[in-house]
């Protein structure tokens, strides 16, 4: 099992930066992928970015050249770090682990394991 906890979220101005935290804790075999994802009431939560083992990541195009997903192995820390935010950047952002190594972004039902989500508002 893996325990996932965000933190970071809050409220910022259009243009501003915002760095994302979520701490990992539990079975290293579990987490061999590790995503970012966001959810605005009555739509699909949406994956937009994903770190393999090897490091490479990969990101939707939403945010490709704005957010960047990097991880603290030392402090088993997963970060998103976000600039240029727009209102559209408006949701809750959860971090999520999965068991398979296929590291797809994308695919949001194959992650297994999720954090409570943290807010973000751009205004």
């Known amino acids: 099992h893996v325990q996932l906890v965000e933190s970071g979220g809050g409220s910022v101005q259009a243009g501003g930066s915002l760095t994302l935290s979520c701490v990992v804790s539990?079975?290293?075999?579990?987490?061999?992928?590790m995503g970012w994802f966001r959810q605005v009431p009555g739509k699909s939560r949406e994956g937009i970015a994903a770190?393999?083992?090897?490091?490479?990541?990969r990101y939707a195009d939403s945010v490709k050249g704005r957010f960047t997903i990097s991880m603290d192995t030392a402090k088993n820390t997963l970060y998103l770090h976000m600039d240029s935010l727009e209102p559209e950047d408006t949701a809750m952002y959860y971090c999520?682990?999965?068991?398979?190594?296929?590291?797809?972004?994308?695919?949001?039902?194959?992650?297994?394991?999720w954090g409570q989500g943290t807010q973000v508002t751009v205004s």
């Open positions: 999520a682990a999965r068991i398979t190594p296929v590291c797809d972004y994308a695919v949001v039902r194959d992650f297994n394991y």
């Open positions: 770190l393999d083992l090897d490091g490479v990541a």
């Open positions: 539990g079975d290293t075999d579990s987490r061999n992928c």
